[in-house]
């Protein structure tokens, strides 16, 4: 029930293409999810993230959407570009709690 | 302003061998973690500190060993390495309960146990 499923596990874009990274997790109690990125030789750094009041959340060209319901949250990247070529973690977390659940990650490509 | 600093960055070692990580965060955090990445399964919680002096299991401890004698460094031990150590290390920290906080993390350590 701690667990976060994310995917695709790799993923490949066209420049100026729309990227789409899914997550689904179980536990109800959860009320944090953050998006890290990270590039190659680098630790995840935090991206994004959105509490389950709001079904959306946007910063520049990301997007969070969050479905409480369907208890699943996903990444939506907008003119995708090759900076944006890295690996995506979404994680999970409980107010209170002492740490993240992270999903498996996501490598993303984006060819020019 | 550093931030998250891990040592050494590649490190390889022979089956049987010990060695320690170290880390150290220059922002005050009380919070810090240890992670193991492995492709295909993310990032695992090896152990983590709520504050100088505590340190308790995460879901993959076994093999490893923490110290935090200091608030800023949190050290994980390999007392004796098993090439299914071989990964990629993390050392991340947060202000406060990192349930619902961000994580500042380093930029890791490439071990390989051969």
């Known amino acids: 029930q701690q667990q976060v499923k994310q995917s695709p596990q790799s993923l490949i874009v066209q420049k100026g293409g729309i990227s789409i990274i899914n997550c689904a997790y179980e536990n109800t109690a959860f009320d944090y999810f953050p998006w890290y990125q990270q590039f190659p030789g680098k630790g995840p750094a935090l991206l994004i993230a959105i509490r389950p009041d709001v079904s959306e959340k946007k910063e520049g060209r990301f997007t969070i959407s969050f479905n409480k319901s369907a208890k699943q949250f996903s990444l939506h990247i907008m003119d995708s570009q090759p900076g944006d070529s890295a690996t995506y973690f979404c994680?999970?977390?409980?107010?209170?709690?002492?740490?993240?659940?992270f999903g498996q990650g996501t490598r993303l490509t984006i060819n020019p | 302003n550093a931030g998250v600093t891990q040592t050494p960055k590649f490190r390889v070692l022979k089956t049987g061998q010990s060695m320690t990580l170290l880390c150290a965060q220059d922002m005050n955090h009380e919070y810090m973690y240890w992670y193991r990445q492995d492709p295909g399964m993310g990032l695992r919680l090896i152990h983590y500190s709520v504050g100088e002096g505590t340190t308790a299991k995460g879901e993959v401890p076994d093999g490893y060993n923490v110290s935090r004698l200091k608030k800023q460094n949190f050290l994980l031990g390999l007392e004796s390495a098993a090439p299914s150590q071989t990964s990629v290390y993390f050392c991340?920290?947060?202000?406060?309960?990192?349930?619902?906080?961000?994580?500042?993390f380093g930029d890791g350590t490439r071990l390989s146990i051969l």
């Open positions: 994680a999970a977390g409980i107010q209170g709690a002492q740490k993240l659940v």
């Open positions: 991340a920290s947060s202000f406060r309960q990192g349930g619902n906080q961000p994580q500042h």
